[in-house]
């Protein structure tokens, strides 16, 4: 992740204190993601309500261990 990421992810942690979606799979190189990343958490800051998984595009099969 770059300085830009991680300054999106602070904003979203001042505005609703935490950062709760699932980063640990996102490969920010691939084409698209990080916009989409970024677009997201402009939007749910713009809308007041946190980012989600689904939201920043992200899917974790179901009784994976993180």
């Known amino acids: 992740m ?3 990421l991680f300054a999106a992810i602070e904003r979203h942690r001042e505005v609703f204190g935490e950062f709760d979606a699932n ?4 490969d920010f190189n691939a084409p698209g993601v990080k ?3 970024l ?4 939007k749910a800051i ?3 309500a946190p980012v989600d998984d ?3 595009g992200i899917s974790i099969p179901e ?3 993180i």
């Open 54 to 56: 689904d939201a920043l």
């Open 2 to 4: 770059d300085n830009e």
């Open 23 to 26: 980063i640990a799979t996102t």
């Open 46 to 48: 713009s809308e007041g």
């Open 63 to 65: 009784g994976a261990d």
């Open 35 to 37: 916009q989409r990343f």
């Open 39 to 42: 677009d997201a958490i402009e």
